[in-house]
Structure formats: structure tokens, C-alpha cells
């Protein structure tokens, strides 16, 4: 897929749903954009996420709560963490991090900053789904935490009155509110969480792939090429990038490549402390229940959305590096969870699919000009909320290049916080 630039003033490193979106409002400003990657637009992490335009998460992964909870849960075959142990020597200094990210002073600061960019992350949205004729993928009907028993409502509960803080609206339900709200469910839970105004994207790899086209539609040019770094340093940064395809001039660039985005930060003399949280999918193609509202496990902490095509089981975190083989056992555990919590449940055929959500250690992306060269751009390490921030990030970069005045502050998302 190719548009019509020749020499593009504006690079953008990588076609995910951060990089798309930040391409769509770059060319807005009147940019000449490119989009650089080897692999068709949203095929990486943004492929398939579990759709959740989640408007209330702003609670951080890293928490008091959870370091309490780690051991258990590493000896939990079924648990949503697992490490490989083989990784741990390399992830070591990001663990540490996250641990320092954890205490709560940090963690109410970081819920501030994450709710900044959440408030309006839905109707960042909008304006590019008009353009790309696909207001149709989206859906703001809520999202329904479900529990099993009171003891795990109880250990959750400090995160839903954190949502309640930071004003969203969050409505708490007991077991027959749960069953009237989401028929499908078995009557095998004692209390829900609602939160009316979160949103969820129907198709999340459509989404990337329809923002796409909307983009070379446009007169942007993706360019199916992998970018290895960069050269003809001048003093604003670098003036070209050199791809697997040779060498292009660049007026700008934006790095927006993923859980992939930390070497090209490094080139540009930037080494942030950027990892992987793997997360998994089983998507059932005829699952036999018709789901109302998308739901989150209390328990299990992965989503079940109803998309287009079927039933997603998505999330769970497993920390074995980018490069690591998929287990596929992580997937079928979602299965095994998943299926108690039906009346009835379809599982004969499913498909499986691991991502690497590109993860800070304090939950916060990178989002803001490099602190080395001015002429270049950082906008990657949304963790577990790329989909949900894409749109808001490319605007909040759009900004920033325009010299406007931001809707949010960018000072937490800066690449140089460690
Ligand atoms: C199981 C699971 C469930 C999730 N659920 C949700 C959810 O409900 N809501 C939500 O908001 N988020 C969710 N997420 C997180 C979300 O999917 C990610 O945060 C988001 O997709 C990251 O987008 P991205 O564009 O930064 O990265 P990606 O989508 O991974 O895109 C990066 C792109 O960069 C390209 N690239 C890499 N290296 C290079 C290079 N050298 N040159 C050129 N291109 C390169 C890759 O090919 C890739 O296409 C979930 C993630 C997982 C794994």
C-alpha cells in the first residue's frame, strides 16, 4: 500500500495502532507523513488486544497489592503471571523499577497521569473513525468486573474506589444485579463492578487496518520496511533513516514501533527502561452465547469482549522477553477459566494469539520529543492501554510538534523519568 510522498517529511516508525493514529493526526497538521514497517498495518500487539477502550483504568500494573500477591501467584500454574525463569537475569532492573513504582505515593501519581489521557480517549477517537467511515467498530455500552466470592471483590475493591476518585462512574452490584445485567453469566458470582462509560472496539486489527488505508487515502505512504537506525546527524538530530530498503531523508521521526521501540530509542541516545508483559488470546468463533456487555474475570484479570467474529479471551501477563517462543498453555488457560462462568460455552474452535504489549515499568508511556534531538519523537510503552490511548497520544504528539498547548501535560510521560 502506497500513497503518493516521495520524500517524506515526517517518518513514523512503526504501524500499530499508536504509529497509525499518530500518522492520521500528523497529516491533519498539513504533515508529509510516512509510515514505516516491515509487516501490514496492526498486525503486532494491536492485532489482538481485547478491545477495551478502558476508560476507567488508570490503576498502574505495579501495586502495593500485587507484590503481596506474587508468590502465590508464580506457584499457581493457572495464575495470570508467569516469569520465565530463564528471563530473569535480563529483566531484572525493569522488575526493580517496577517495584520502586509500586509504593503508593508513586502509584496515586501515576493514576493521575494515566487518567489524564484517559478522560477523553474515547473521543480522540472520533474525528479519525468519521474520516475513515468506521464509527461502526466502536461501542460504548461499559464494561462488568465480575467476582466470584466476596475475598476476591475485597482485594479488589481499592482499585474500583481509585476509578471512583478520579470521577468515574463506577456502580457496585451484587450477584442477582450481576446476573440480570449479563443473562449468559452462571449463577456462580457474588458481586460486579459496572462501569458505564468505558467503550470497546468490536475489531481491534480492522480498526488498524481501516485508519490505514483512511491514511494513504489521504496522500500518506506506508512503507513496508524495517527501520535498523539512523544517520547524517545534524544539529536538530538525524537527518535520514536507514531501513532494510537503504537510506531515506527524514525531516522528522517518530518512534512508535512497540514493545520493539527500544533499540531505535537507544540509537537515538535515549536507553529507557522498556519491556514486555506477553499477553494471550483465544478467540471462539462460535461460542453459543450472545454477550451484552464486554466483561473483565476478577479472578482470572483477563477480558472477554464479544467482536464481530466471535469471543475474545484476552490478557494475563507472562514476562519472557520479546523474542521468546509463544506457550500456547497460557491461551488455554483462558479456556479453562472462561468456561464455568457460562451457562454454555462453545470452545471447538479456537484460535490462539500472543502479543507483546510494549510495558514500562511504572505503567506510564513514553510520550514527548527526544531528550537528545529535536527533531525527533517518542510515542510508544502503553502497556496494557495502547488501544485505548492511541488516538490521544497521536494528538498529544501532534500538539506538541505544533507548539500548541497540550490538552494534557506531557512532563510524566517523559522519556528521561528513571
Ligand atoms: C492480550 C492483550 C490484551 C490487551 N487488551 C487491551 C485492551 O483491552 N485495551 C487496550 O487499550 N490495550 C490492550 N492491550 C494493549 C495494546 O494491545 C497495546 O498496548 C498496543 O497494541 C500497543 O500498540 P503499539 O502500536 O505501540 O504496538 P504494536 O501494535 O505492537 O505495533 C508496533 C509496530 O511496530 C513495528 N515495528 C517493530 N520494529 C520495527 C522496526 N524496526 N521498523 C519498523 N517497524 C517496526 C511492528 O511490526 C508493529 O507493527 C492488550 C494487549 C494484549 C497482549
Known amino acids: 500500500m502506497t500513497g503518493n510522498g516521495a520524500s517524506a517529511e515526517f517518518a513514523v516508525v512503526g504501524a500499530g495502532i499508536v504509529g497509525i493514529a499518530t500518522a492520521l493526526q500528523l497529516q491533519r497538521d498539513g504533515h508529509d507523513v510516512a509510515l514505516y514497517d516491515p509487516d501490514p498495518p496492526g498486525q503486532g500487539c494491536s492485532f489482538g488486544n481485547c478491545g477495551g477502550i478502558c476508560i476507567g483504568s488508570m490503576t498502574p500494573v505495579g501495586t502495593p497489592g500485587i507484590l503481596k500477591d506474587v508468590p502465590a501467584m508464580l506457584l499457581d500454574r493457572q495464575s495470570p503471571l508467569s516469569i520465565d525463569w530463564r528471563y530473569l537475569p535480563r529483566l531484572a532492573p525493569w522488575l526493580w523499577k517496577f517495584v520502586q513504582a509500586s509504593r503508593p505515593g508513586r502509584v496515586e501519581a501515576i493514576s493521575i497521569a494515566l487518567n489524564r489521557m484517559l ?27 465480575v467476582y466470584r466470592s466476596k475475598e476476591s471483590f475485597r482485594r479488589a475493591r481499592w482499585g474500583h474506589d481509585m476509578r471512583a476518585r478520579r470521577g468515574v462512574r463506577v456502580e457496585y452490584l451484587d450477584g442477582n444485579e450481576v446476573a440480570q445485567l449479563e443473562p449468559a453469566l452462571a449463577p456462580v458470582f457474588t458481586h460486579g463492578v459496572f462501569i458505564p462509560d468505558s467503550g470497546h472496539v468490536t475489531n481491534p486489527g480492522r480498526l ?98 464479544p467482536m464481530e467474529h466471535g469471543l475474545r479471551l484476552a490478557g494475563t501477563v507472562e514476562l ?34 500472543m502479543g507483546r504489549r510494549p510495558s514500562m ?39 506538541l510538534v505544533a507548539g500548541r498547548p497540550p490538552s494534557v501535560d506531557a512532563a510524566p510521560y517523559r522519556a528521561d523519568r528513571f
Open 119 to 145: 478522560t477523553d480517549s474515547y473521543e480522540a477517537y472520533q474525528p479519525l473513525l468519521r474520516s475513515a467511515g468506521a464509527s461502526d467498530l466502536f461501542r460504548r455500552i461499559g464494561l462488568l468486573y
Open 320 to 353: 519472557a522477553g520479546v523474542d521468546a517462543p509463544p506457550n500456547w498453555r497460557r491461551a488455554e488457560i483462558l479456556i479453562e477459566q472462561t468456561r464455568p462462568m457460562f451457562k454454555a460455552l462453545g470452545t471447538d474452535k479456537a484460535k490462539f494469539w
Open 208 to 305: 488498524s487496518e481501516v485508519l490505514a488505508e483512511d491514511f494513504v487515502r489521504q496522500g500518506g505512504t506506508i512503507r513496508r520496511e524495517r527501520v535498523m537506525g539512523f544517520a547524517d546527524f545534524a544539529a536538530d538530530g538525524p537527518r535520514a533513516l536507514v531501513s532494510d530498503a537503504g537510506t531515506r531523508p527524514i525531516g522528522q521521526v517518530v518512534i512508535a514501533a512497540g514493545a520493539y521501540s527500544r533499540p531505535l530509542a537507544k540509537a537515538l541516545g535515549s536507553d529507557v527502561p522498556l519491556d514486555t508483559e506477553r499477553g494471550y488470546h483465544a478467540m471462539l468463533e462460535a461460542p453459543g452465547v450472545e454477550l451484552r456487555i464486554p466483561l473483565m474475570s476478577g479472578e482470572g484479570k483477563f477480558g472477554i469482549t
Open 361 to 399: 515499568p511504572d505503567s506510564l508511556p513514553v510520550i514527548g520529543r527526544s531528550p537528545r534531538h529535536r527533531n525527533a519523537w517518542f510515542a510508544f510503552g502503553h502497556g496494557h492501554l495502547g488501544l485505548t490511548l492511541g488516538a490521544a497520544t497521536g494528538r498529544l504528539i501532534a500538539d
